[in-house]
């Protein structure tokens, strides 16, 4: 691979655009620089204003651009809201006279898994092997040159809504930037790709990215996905509450969230307040209020999140298949009391999920809310170090059949 290979990451998101720079090189990836513009385009991760969210998405690659001095044309692009599905199904493949299975056997057999009926409007953006058994034998990771007669493979697929995926491209395209091969990603993959550990991933972990309009969820154990879904409540949702329960102005409520915000009263004194600007008032009257009433109007919002996850563990058949709990990434997760809000509705421990790249950890890229972007860059990277693995292995199959086929013809 070039050491001059970049990579950039795309998180299109409900109240910001981020986009992340990478530099490709043989021990994996620098992180070289980000920008960060602010989004209107965009609601519960669909587009529904083409204009603003170009715009976003030009102001965050001039920013990248001019931090890291790399001139940007292609990009890998996270994706997520509530068109998104998955769901996972099972392949198979007869293998010949009890030979060693090759790449050739697995992409058939992971081409029968996806042969299967899709939601109408829809389109696949990810088959991702889960789990081989040989001659009914679980456990397989690696096939390739194991010996057997029949190869079985789960895949973890997801599909996205075909209009949103042509409307997501043409904003790309409009900012003068195109997709790179394999470059439209799920984000609670991406987001995992930088947030967790190899270990929690093998021994089963739940992870929740908390954006803008929607929370992602992943759950995963063995080392692979198994489920993903989208939560249709987001940090704007926590926002809302606020501008309507103490009657201010959304950008008011914001700053209140910001400054003020937590989902626990623990550790309020009696008598502490806040000012705030009522609906309607200027900046300059304003009022105190108690600052109990806060987590009196977040509490029950956070407390449904999370609810809403644990519906979508039990709906996986997860609820006792995680032992390493739940990790939860994304600007919302930095509201003052969120963890411990999901641990007592969970039961599980809980962690916050921050970029684990060295890199990242020492740059300006280390907290949650540039998880995703991070996650883009090494999840696109690891698939272009996989799919150049493949083609070898694809190739060097042909030439082992083509040789075989040689020699039984020369000794006829």
Known sequence: ??????????????????????????????????????????????????????????????????????????????????????????????????????????????EAAQRVDIPAGHEIIHSIPRAFRIDGHEGVRRPIGMTGTRLDVEMHIVTAETSFLQNLIKCIHQADLSIIPGGIILEPLATAEAVLSAEERELGVALVDIGGGTSDVALFRAGGVFHTSVIPVGGNHVTNDLAVGLRVARNEAERIKLQHGTALDEGIEELEAVTVTPLGHTADDT???????????????????????????????????????????????????????????????????????????????????FATGVGLVTYAARYARDTRQREGQLLEGLFAGLGRWLRGLLSR
């Open 1 to 110: 691979m070039a050491k001059s290979e970049i990579i950039v990451g795309l998180d299109v998101g409900t109240t910001k655009v981020c986009a992340v720079v990478g530099e490709v090189n043989k021990n994996g990836v620098d992180l070289s620089g980000h920008g960060l513009a602010p989004c209107q385009g965009l609601q519960k991760g669909i587009v529904v204003d083409i204009d603003a969210t170009v715009l976003a998405i030009e102001e965050a690659i001039e920013t990248a651009q001019q931090a890291t001095g790399f001139q940007i044309r292609a990009v890998a692009v996270g994706i997520t809201g509530q068109h998104i599905q998955s769901f996972n199904s099972r392949g198979s493949v007869e293998i010949e006279r009890f030979r060693d299975i090759t790449a050739e056997d697995v992409e058939q057999a992971k």
């Open 287 to 369: 009022v105190r209020i108690p600052k109990r009433i806060i987590p009196e109007i977040v509490h029950p919002r956070m407390e449904e999140l999370f609810e809403l996850v644990a519906d979508e563990i039990a709906r996986a058949e997860a609820t006792h298949q995680l032992p390493a709990g739940l990790v939860i990434s994304g600007g919302g997760s930095q509201l003052p009391g969120t963890l411990e809000v999901a641990s007592r509705v969970l039961g599980m421990p809980v962690r916050l999920g921050a970029p684990l790249d060295p890199a990242a950890a020492t740059s300006a890229l280390r907290g949650p809310s």
